[in-house]
């Protein structure tokens, strides 16, 4: 039988979706992995709207996560 109550156990889940939020952080962390001049997108350098792209995409990734009440 489980001595967990239900918060202890709704924390532990919670955990394992805010680990989604490392993933911004760990693509950006490491330049040279988006560091080049093609493809441009609209005049921009790739190495600009990549880091663009992944703002947007860690404000969409939060708002979900906010949402889904994590």
């Keep these: ?3 967990q109550t ?3 156990t709704r924390r532990r ?5 805010l ?3 490392l ?3 760990i693509v950006l962390l ?3 992995f988006y560091n080049f001049q093609d493809p441009t997108f609209i005049g921009m350098p790739f190495f600009y709207w990549f880091q663009l792209a ?3 995409i ?3 990734i939060t708002a979900v996560l906010y949402f889904l009440g994590v």
């Design 19 to 21: 680990i989604i939020l």
């Design 13 to 17: 889940r919670r955990s394992w979706f």
């Design 30 to 32: 490491y330049p040279p």
């Design 6 to 8: 239900p918060t202890q």
């Design 23 to 25: 993933v911004p952080f």
């Design 58 to 60: 860690t404000a969409l």
């Design 54 to 56: 992944w703002v947007l």
């Design 1 to 3: 039988m489980s001595t």
